[in-house]
């Protein structure tokens, strides 16, 4: 079993970040770190080849200043090798373009069965490059996954959703976004560190994939960043005297919220 990883590097939460002043984009200068989302998939699929018998993980990613940082991380973890898409015409690239570099980084590497994603990004929160990357790689998309089983050439998942989970199936290859609680990541070892020094990063651009400069980047991006403001001051919430039925309020604004 062959699987593709889509990882991210990011600038560091613990750092406060920064906007570009002309682009009002987020500045991703220096060292970027892998996104804990993406360190489930990287957990699952380890495991999911594990299960199999064999095969292995390769970790997919897009990143400037050709950084790998965050991927050595993954590689530290027990992915076997990585493919880093890095040029000066991605800066500014929309959801769909990345989703389009992402499928073809994949189709690159060739003999995957299945592709695993995060929901979502730390530093983006679109939600969306799962389903397009499946969409253009024309395989089935299999989203919010809380467990993954692969037997008889299909992918089996319970997909999570706000009264429980469904039971999702699709013949492979397949693409998957998984949820944070879907495995426990494994820390790198002191030996996986060493050993991601030197596993291969095949560090690819743009156009190395067939794209055009005027096909990504700000140019053929889809979406452009118009205003950026503070977000609003947080508002005092609700306080609920004790009057002997208090109780009935707090179940009430708790059912609101569907926790219960």
Not at 136 to 146: D, E, H, I, M, N
Not at 160 to 189: H, N
């Amino acid at each position: 079993m062959n699987i593709a990883v889509c990882v991210k590097q990011i600038p560091d939460p613990a750092v406060p970040g920064e906007l570009n002043p002309e682009t009002s984009a987020l500045k991703r200068e220096g060292k970027l770190i892998l996104d804990d989302s993406d360190s489930y998939g990287v957990e699952m699929a380890l495991q999911l080849v594990t299960a199999a018998g064999g095969g292995e993980v390769t970790l997919v990613s897009m990143a400037p200043n050709n950084e790998t940082s965050g991927l050595r991380t993954a590689l530290a973890m027990g992915a076997a090798k990585a493919v880093l898409v890095s040029d000066d015409t991605l800066a500014g690239s929309d959801a769909l373009s990345t989703a389009k570099i992402l499928a073809k980084s994949v189709e690159r590497v060739g003999d995957i069965d299945l592709v695993l994603t995060a929901t979502e990004s730390t530093d983006g929160y679109t939600g969306t490059i799962p389903a397009q990357i499946a969409e253009a790689l024309g395989w089935p998309s299999l989203t919010f996954a809380k467990s993954v089983a692969i037997a008889d050439g299909k992918v089996k998942i319970q997909r999570q959703t706000e009264a429980g989970f469904d039971d999702v199936e699709a013949p492979l290859p397949a693409v998957v976004s998984v949820t944070a609680g879907v495995v426990e990541p494994r820390y790198p070892s002191f030996k996986g560190i060493m050993e991601a020094k030197k596993k291969p990063v095949d560090e690819v651009t743009a156009g190395d994939l067939g794209f055009n400069p005027d096909q990504v980047g700000w140019a053929g991006s889809h979406q452009e960043i118009v205003e950026v403001r503070a977000a609003p001051a947080r508002e005092a919430g609700e306080k609920i005297e004790d009057d002997g039925e208090s109780h009935a309020r707090i179940v009430t604004f708790l059912e609101g919220l569907k926790i219960i």
